[in-house]
Structure formats: C-alpha cells, structure tokens
C-alpha cells in the first residue's frame, strides 16, 4: 500500500514557475515508479514525467519537455519542477505509483493516486 499526498499547486503568470511535491509513504517504497499526471477540464488525464524510485530514470512526455524535471529526494518525495509555464498547462496535477508493469507514460498502469492540486496559469 502506497499513500502519496501532493501539494504545490497555484496560479502562476505565463513564464513563471511552479514546484509541484508528492510525498510518498509506504511499504518497499523504492520499487516503484512514481509519474506525474494532468488532467484539464473535458480532456483526458495525460502522462507528464515519471521517475523511479529504485535507479532514478526518468521519462519525459513531449509536452514538458526542457520545461519541466522531475527528481526525487531520500525521504521519497518526488517533485516535479516547472518552467515557462503557458496557459495550456492549466490542469489539475496528480502523481501516482506504479502499479502494473509495462508502458511507464500509461496511466492505466498507475495506482494509489493522490487527491490532485490545480495549477493555473494565467495573466
């Protein structure tokens, strides 16, 4: 069982920047992939980035691609850096663990979903 809790969230002006935190609890907690996912109002939840907790790798969806970076600490907090932030990452943000083995950016393969934090970006 997993328990992730993220915080961070907030309204921000286009180019600004925002740190998004997801704080995980558990059991064997470094066996999992954490990802970061959005979801904007009538669209479907997207993949982000997600980062093992085991060896650190990380993959990234093209949309944040050189904007954003995901990293993790030894308490097993996963944060996801973002930079230049336009309008179109209006979203509600949530991270989740990896539950299921396969396609890392497949939110179909993620469980223990945390209870979200809205971004806005907006002039």
């Known amino acids: 069982q997993v328990q992730l809790v993220e915080s961070g969230g907030g309204s921000v002006q286009p180019g600004g920047s925002l740190r998004l935190s997801c704080a995980a609890s558990?059991?064997?907690?470094?066996?999992?992939?954490i990802g970061w996912f959005r979801q904007a109002p009538g669209k479907e939840r997207e993949g982000v980035t997600c980062i093992s907790l085991s060896d650190g790798s990380t993959v990234y969806a093209s949309s944040g691609k050189g904007r954003f970076t995901i990293s993790r600490d030894v308490k097993s907090t996963v944060y996801l850096q973002m930079n230049s932030l336009k309008p179109e990452d209006t979203a509600v943000y949530y991270c989740?663990?990896?539950?299921?083995?396969?396609?890392?950016?497949?939110?179909?393969?993620?469980?223990?979903w945390g209870q979200g934090t809205q971004v806005t970006v907006s002039s």
């Open positions: 989740a663990a990896q539950i299921t083995a396969g396609d890392r950016s497949n939110r179909y393969n993620y469980g223990y």
């Open positions: 558990g059991d064997t907690l470094n066996s999992y992939t």
